[in-house]
DNA sequence: TGATAACCTAGCTGTCAGGTAGGTATTCAG
DNA sequence: CTGAATACCTACCTGACAGCTAGGTTATCA
């Protein structure tokens, strides 16, 4: 299996904040208190509690503590993408424990620590890994959002 | 993460089928014990050979028992794609537990079991299982061969 | 001042990847 | 015919971790 229920929850609620923020009339500073989202989802709170953490130090979302506190969106919708959403939760994108991106944006096989010994499926994987963070870069959360904002 | 070690070990070993298969004068029938495979890549015999059970019972390759014994791809390796390696060990391809494939070939989302209750993020996994799917499909194992046939 | 809700830390529990162990069946070499 | 080689089968073990719960503390509003 491949992502966690964590990228499937975090895109939900993702979604969810950017339905709610197009439903208001101005789009901006709409708050959402976690808990109407998980009920809302049924998903559980103290689960996404965990995972919305991630999202605001990753800077996706914004919070606003105490009564009438909640969530929100810290860019518009059209700005954020699932990839950066994934990420988030479940760390760097791999599609498989040998293959990491390094710092410098390479590609790297741990199994080619020898030099000179090349791995003959690092190919494959990084094909992978390309097809799946293109999708994952070419979806908007705008993308996902049900009833289109109609502007 | 994605796909486990099944995955990258089983490719590993088909690839190592092919090379060997061709490196020999007459292509087919080149039969090459686990245990060389193991040795060679650094894998533990005992493991790969649950795999190798599950790649043969997919039929992607041929065994033969006894002394001088051992595995050949049923097929040349231009006709095995990634996508039926992966399947066979991983089992159906899928980027998040809530998406699968029914026999049908339609895309079903677990989460849409209320009828009419449609899920904002289907679209976003099923462009993600897509992508997957296709990068497994257009690479086949003789993509993967180190040093190709000179035929 | 109390209710609301974000925020934090700790822990629990079942599942499963990853691997080991030990056997049986089959085939070839000599 | 015998022994070595090798596929094939079933069962088991073990640590890690996803997924979730619990119980607090802090900030903000009515």
Request: aromatic share 4%.
């Amino acid at each position: 299996m491949m992502f966690s229920t964590k990228a499937e929850y975090g895109v939900r609620v993702m979604v969810e904040l950017a339905r709610r923020a197009g439903e208001s009339a101005d789009g901006a500073g709409h708050v959402v208190p976690l808990a109407e989202i998980a009920e809302h989802d049924g998903m559980p709170l103290a689960y996404l509690e965990h995972l919305v953490a991630r999202l605001r130090k990753a800077g996706l979302i914004d919070s606003r503590r105490g009564s009438r506190g909640g969530y929100m969106l810290a860019r518009p919708a059209e700005q954020i993408t699932a990839a950066e959403i994934v990420e988030a939760l479940e760390g760097s994108i791999a599609p498989i424990e040998c293959i990491s991106q390094s710092p410098d944006g390479a590609i790297v096989c741990s199994r080619e620590s020898d030099p000179g010994h090349i791995c003959p499926t690092k190919l494959l994987w990084t094909k992978v890994r390309f097809a799946i963070v293109g999708a994952l870069q070419g979806t908007t959360l705008a993308d996902l959002v049900p009833s289109p904002v109609t502007a």
